[in-house]
């Protein structure tokens, strides 16, 4: 692939998976397809860094970061012209993790407004970065909805969003919510808004074939009502990803590793535990984000050589 | 300011009576002394100007730093050949004009589109004529304008991932990256150099 991707990971409602989906696309890009990855945590929870940072190593890149000048994620919005902290992720060539802050708690909870100027800064900043890490791939980890910068920032930096939806009663309402809410401001502050990609099917059980069949079905209703709704024309691509990210139990543990230098995930893909359960499950895990990335970057090929056929 | 305030050492501000009164009122209400309101009053006051001063100095001097960056990281990666690799030249030479192309894209597409044309642009040339006139000035040809851009950027092309086809009387450009030239909007604009002399 020539010119980078950015990606947004964007849901309405929170506990969908947003984090998982990250990691596993981040962990599949870089480890299985061998292209250089940036994980960008833009939620004040931080949840994508506690993926990756252990507080051995969290207190490391805060020391690093107050040493060397650099700042967070979210800083990055707020002041521009800072230089951000970049964390390469032991175990996997490639990928990288522009992580967020705790202290960014405090000031969501005070309320964050991003203007459209600054948003398209950012963007900058994550261009600068490709150029210097020579990246592939940029995913940007969104909070879940209930902030209400997610919309500017997600529509000046991201080319595409990708949307989890995981089993559950609000998960697939919450698909049409986002896709209404995103599209109307978007379409707004951003001429041409970003394309949907597609939703996930998350958190299902491999073997539960009959309900995935009928989710899938409800996702593409909800998708094509919605895209009604705000006026727009439904995206080129099927509205629902053939791979399932199914439940396992390796991905309900991703976070919260204390000690240690490498995450609990990473240490999972290159097989560092060898008991019969953890191979068994590690192998599921393995094949089940192969396929997932095959088909994420598939589909960014086919609208990228969409979009030059028809301008061309 | 931050430094002494961590110190406490003793500052004498004379306020003036409305003022003061105005803020006594204020530490009444939060239940805080007048000092203290006033320190933390001061410290809004800083950083939402730190914000600005970091926000305008990214448009006004870092963006410019960013592009020579990466002219001179092409040039030593032999993707670009240059004569003169003084800063000052490099950036009046290439990189105010790529801005001005930055600039004319996004006023007229909304973003930094990834293809664009001639025939693309002479279809929209009511709104190309008027972003030229405010950012250079009336009476231009715009399509000469883009033009002459193009002819000034195609050394350093390549550095921003940036591909120039041409065929006869008619050119195309290929960006490879948007986002490197996000933050290049307004460079070498009139408005822009109007704003940093006043």
């Known amino acids: 692939m020539s010119s980078p991707t950015f990606t947004g990971i964007i849901a309405f409602k929170g506990g969908v998976g947003k984090t998982v989906l990250s990691a596993s696309l981040g962990i599949g890009l870089s480890y299985m397809l061998k292209r250089r990855v940036l994980l960008v945590d833009l939620d ?41 902290i970049i964390y390469e992720i032991p175990g996997i060539p490639g990928l ?39 990246l592939d791939h940029v995913i940007i980890d969104f909070p879940p909805q209930m902030y209400q910068y997610v ?4 529509a000046a930096s991201a080319d595409y969003i990708v949307t989890p939806v995981a089993k559950g009663a609000f998960s697939i309402p919450s698909v049409g919510y986002l896709i209404e809410t995103y599209y109307d401001v978007a379409k707004v502050i951003r001429r041409e808004p970003s394309v949907f990609l597609g939703a996930i099917l998350t958190r299902y059980d491999e ?10 079905e409800r996702v593409k209703e909800t998708v094509s009502k919605s895209f009604k709704n705000v006026n727009l024309s439904p995206p080129p691509v099927d509205p629902v990803f053939d791979t399932v990210l199914y439940y396992n139990p390796l991905l309900t543990k991703i976070r919260g590793q204390l000690i240690g230098f490498t995450p609990y995930i990473v240490k999972h893909i290159l097989g560092k535990y060898t008991s019969d359960v953890s191979r068994r499950l590690q192998d599921r895990l393995k094949a089940n984000i192969a396929s997932l990335v095959r088909e994420f970057e598939e589909r960014l090929n086919w609208l990228a050589a969409l979009e030059k056929s028809r301008e061309s | 300011m931050a430094s002494s305030i961590r110190e406490k050492q003793r500052v004498i501000i004379e306020l003036p009576y409305n003022i003061y009164r105005t803020i006594e009122k204020l ?13 933390e009053l001061t410290k809004t006051l800083l950083g939402i100007v730190e914000d600005i001063d970091s ?27 240059l004569r003169k690799k003084d800063k000052a030249y490099i950036v009046e030479n290439y990189v105010k004009p790529l801005g001005v192309i930055a600039t004319i894209l996004v006023d007229l597409y909304g973003k930094i589109p990834k293809r664009v044309s001639k025939r693309d642009l002479e279809s ?25 851009k193009i002819e000034k950027i195609k050394p350093i092309a390549p550095a921003f991932d940036i591909e120039i086809i041409e065929s006869e009387g008619n050119f195309e450009l290929v960006f490879g990256n948007t986002a490197l030239l996000e933050n290049l ?7 822009l150099r109007r704003r940093i002399k006043t």
Do not use: C, W
């Not at chain 1, 919309?151 to 997600?154: E, L, M, R, S, Y």
């Not at chain 2, 709104?127 to 033009?147: C, F, H, V, W």
């Open chain 1, 151 to 154: 919309i500017t920032i997600a």
């Open chain 2, 27 to 39: 530490a009444y209400i939060r239940g805080s002394t007048i000092e203290n309101t006033i320190v």
């Open chain 1, 207 to 216: 073997g539960n074939s009959k309900l995935i069949k009928l989710s899938r």
């Open chain 2, 185 to 191: 909007y307004g460079v070498g604009t009139r408005p």
């Open chain 2, 55 to 81: 926000h305008y100095s990214l448009k006004y001097s870092k963006a410019l730093d960013h592009a020579y960056d990466l002219v001179l990281r092409a040039v030593k990666e032999g993707k670009v050949k």
């Open chain 1, 96 to 134: 990288y993790l522009l992580p967020s802050h705790h202290k960014f708690m405090r000031e969501a909870a005070y309320g964050i407004n991003v203007p459209m100027d600054r948003a398209v800064s950012f963007r900058g900043i994550l261009g600068r970065l490709t150029k210097e890490l020579e």
């Open chain 1, 44 to 84: 004040p929870q931080a949840n994508l860094s506690e993926v990756f940072l252990t507080e051995t190593t969290l207190s490391a890149v805060i020391k690093k970061a107050f040493e060397t000048d650099r700042v967070f994620s979210f800083d990055l919005i707020i002041r521009p012209a800072e230089n951000p």
């Open chain 2, 124 to 148: 929209r040339l009511n709104n190309l004529e008027d972003t030229i006139s405010r950012i250079a000035r009336r009476g231009l040809n715009p399509i000469k304008y883009i033009l002459n």
